[in-house]
């Protein structure tokens, strides 16, 4: 909904394209264009020809930002993309990317999905190496870090940087004639290749994939590093945690589009299965199942094949709402939630509804969707929600707020119920989320519902920790 609604908040997304025969800027321009649900803070692209780097970052969505003629001064063999959602670091087109940083004997430049729990140290340090930072990202640090890297070779700067970042870090780096894909040793966030008309793609999502008629080979594994160039693609590096891996769980609840291949299994058949899960942990009588657009509509029609109680459309979603520098007034502003979300009356009036949603967190959104449905005739609402109670902050590139407005962390299942008016609430269990995933616990970042982090933080770095 908004930032600070009952949401997680976008990581950000992240693609490059090597190729001979296409246009690689356009290339990357329609792979964050099937990224932007990933983050539609800022957008950039970076290209290399062999003998320079150029760059284009802005504010805004891709599909605003981005001409012909931007594209057609981005010329290369190489591009990387980036569309963000801030973690760390404030909305600024000085921290959109990707970001350029110049090395004694390396120019690069960056594009980062994640979160560096150590930014502040690494930085204090940096700095006294003598580094400038433009931007108060933890990305220009992993990018200064790699080309003020004590080495000569690309296996010993990303050993030296895997040894010293800790966090989360899917980067695609770009030279003037080389593109790599690093991938942290645990695999939290996503990043995978695919293979296009002789070269190569490397991006947050398979979806990104399909949309510019790539073909998926295979994700890059934890701790990998792999290089393209003339010679192709290959590894080179390799680090394995040596407690394994640790995906983060959301992107299967929320993040990923459906048509997003991740871990091996389809996101859209994932989200179907938490719903059959939700329908057998939490049964009622129902007229009606509905979802909350989008990410929760294959939840929904999951719940609804399970309980035998029939799926309809209940709540339209404006598609074309964004961010605006136009302010409502008042009275406009008490509508709220209607600029995103409309009831359809004649659908609900007098209908008992399960209302499937993926995700509570602050508990200051979902009141007033309960509220819109109340209003459109609902006789009784069951909320059931895709994911186990949010009881813990994420360090590791997801906004998901403080611990003491994760409204879970601080208040009953029943406290919550009441405050956000509905007949009844049931959270899909921590078992039941892993049935639907298919993978082992140890194998997933699960963090915001157990506080057991799988790189530990001891102090809750804030969002603009490197602003002050």
Request: aromatic share 6%.
């Amino acid at each position: 909904m908004s930032g600070a609604g009952d949401h997680a908040r976008e990581a950000c997304g992240i693609v490059g394209v090597h190729s001979l025969q296409e246009d690689v800027a356009k290339a990357a321009f329609f792979g964050l264009f099937a990224l932007q649900h990933r983050g539609q803070e800022s957008v950039g692209i970076a290209t290399g020809d062999g003998e320079q780097i150029r760059i284009r970052t802005a504010m805004g969505l891709v599909s605003q930002t981005f001409h012909e003629d931007d594209l057609a001064g981005l010329t290369g063999t190489h591009a990387i993309g980036h569309t963000r959602y801030s973690t760390t670091g404030s909305s600024y087109l000085s921290n959109a990317q990707p970001i350029r940083s110049q090395g004694p004997s390396l120019e690069l430049a960056l594009a980062h999905n994640g979160n560096v729990v150590n930014a502040v140290e690494l930085r204090s340090e940096l700095e006294e190496w003598g580094c400038q930072f433009t931007s108060t990202s933890d990305s220009e640090i992993i990018a200064h870090l790699l080309t003020n890297a004590p080495a000569s070779t690309w296996e010993d700067r990303i050993a030296y940087c895997m040894r010293r970042l800790e966090g989360a870090y899917s980067l695609v780096v770009l030279t003037k004639d080389s593109m790599l894909g690093i991938r942290d040793p645990r695999g939290v966030r996503p990043l995978c290749i695919g293979a296009l008309n002789g070269g190569w793609v490397l991006a947050s999502e398979t979806c990104a994939l399909d949309h510019i008629g790539a073909t998926f080979v295979r994700d890059v594994e934890p701790g990998e590093a792999v290089a393209v160039d003339g010679a192709g693609l290959r590894t080179v590096y390799q680090k394995r945690h040596e407690n394994g891996r640790a995906s983060c769980v959301f992107e299967h609840i929320y993040f990923a589009r459906p048509d997003t291949v991740l871990d091996g299994k389809l996101v859209y058949t994932s989200r179907m299965a938490m719903g059959t899960e939700l329908a057998r942990e939490h049964p009622v009588d129902a007229d009606m199942v509905i979802g909350v657009p989008d990410s929760a509509i294959a939840a929904a029609v999951g719940y609804s094949q399970e309980s035998g109680i029939p799926y309809s459309e209940g709540l339209v979603k404006n598609r074309y709402v964004g961010r605006t520098f136009i302010l409502p007034d008042q009275r406009l502003r008490d509508l709220g939630v209607r600029r995103k979300l409309n009831p359809l009356p004649n659908i609900i009036a007098g209908k008992r509804l399960v209302v499937v949603d993926d995700s509570v967190v602050r508990g200051t959104t979902t009141p007033h969707v309960v509220n819109l449905l109340r209003k459109g005739g609902a006789s009784e609402i069951h909320l059931r929600i895709c994911a186990p109670p949010i009881m813990w902050p994420c360090y590791l590139g997801v906004d998901l707020a403080t611990r003491r407005e994760l409204i879970a962390a601080n208040m009953s299942v029943e406290e919550i119920r009441r405050l956000v008016g509905a007949d009844s609430l049931g959270y899909l269990s921590i078992e039941g989320l892993l049935r639907t995933i298919g993978l082992p616990q140890n194998e997933l970042c699960m963090g915001c519902f157990t506080g057991n982090h799988p790189i530990p933080v001891q102090l809750e770095m804030g969002k603009l920790a490197l602003e002050v």
